[in-house]
């Protein structure tokens, strides 16, 4: 229960009043209750109603995706965006087409004399090797570029969260 998330069984009434209310905003809470809709329809009742009639466990996947709305909802309300949109995220993608820009100079370079490239590197290896350079020894090339370190990535990642 580290991720604050209270998965305790509710009774049908319950549910249905902590459902309507996920984020503070009717408009979103009507999109995301639609959305909610289609993905019970679509990967709960698809296999369920072949096992049972009862409609309990919907419900309870119901409940459990409001709650994590909710909570995401809130965490998403204590971050100050102002900044991180325009002073992070802009930080972040101008440092990004430097990386990209210095990696396509080096492509297109010519080698030095006694310099060997190795079979044409290409512009991703060039790049994850200037990002080394400009972070001091940070890379992200396995992240990027090998599914399994992505997955192990973006699962601690969400065990953070």
Same mark, same amino acid.
């Given at each position: 229960n580290?991720?604050?998330?209270n998965?305790?069984p509710v009774?049908?009434r319950? %549910?249905?009043? @902590?459902? @309507?209310?996920? @984020?503070?905003?009717?408009?979103? &809470? *009507?999109?995301?209750?639609?959305m909610?809709? /289609?993905?019970?329809?679509d /990967?709960?009742?698809? +296999?369920?109603?072949?096992?049972?009639?009862?409609?309990q466990f919907? +419900?309870?996947?119901?409940?459990?995706m409001s709650?994590? %709305?909710? %909570?995401l *909802?809130?965490?998403?309300?204590?971050?100050?965006w102002v900044? !991180?949109? @325009?002073?992070?995220?802009?930080?972040?993608? *101008?440092?990004?087409?430097?990386?990209y820009? !210095?990696a396509?100079?080096?492509?297109?370079?010519?080698l030095k004399?006694g310099e060997a490239?190795v079979?044409? *590197?290409d512009?991703?290896?060039?790049? /994850?090797?200037?990002e080394?350079?400009?972070?001091?020894? %940070?890379?992200?090339?396995?992240?990027c570029?090998?599914?399994?370190?992505e997955l192990?990535?973006?699962? &601690? !990642?969400? &065990?953070?969260?």
């Amino acid at each position: 229960n580290r991720s604050g998330l209270n998965l305790r069984p509710v009774s049908r009434r319950s %549910i249905k009043h @902590t459902n @309507t209310d996920l @984020t503070g905003s009717a408009a979103v &809470d *009507a999109h995301l209750q639609e959305m909610m809709d /289609f993905v019970i329809r679509d /990967f709960v009742y698809s +296999w369920y109603y072949k096992i049972s009639s009862n409609q309990q466990f919907p +419900w309870e996947v119901r409940n459990c995706m409001s709650r994590a %709305i909710s %909570i995401l *909802a809130d965490r998403m309300a204590e971050v100050d965006w102002v900044p !991180l949109l @325009t002073k992070g995220l802009v930080d972040d993608i *101008a440092s990004h087409l430097r990386l990209y820009k !210095l990696a396509r100079n080096r492509s297109r370079s010519p080698l030095k004399e006694g310099e060997a490239r190795v079979a044409e *590197a290409d512009l991703e290896s060039l790049f /994850f090797d200037a990002e080394m350079e400009m972070e001091g020894n %940070i890379c992200r090339d396995s992240v990027c570029m090998e599914r399994d370190s992505e997955l192990k990535y973006l699962q &601690d !990642l969400s &065990d953070l969260l």
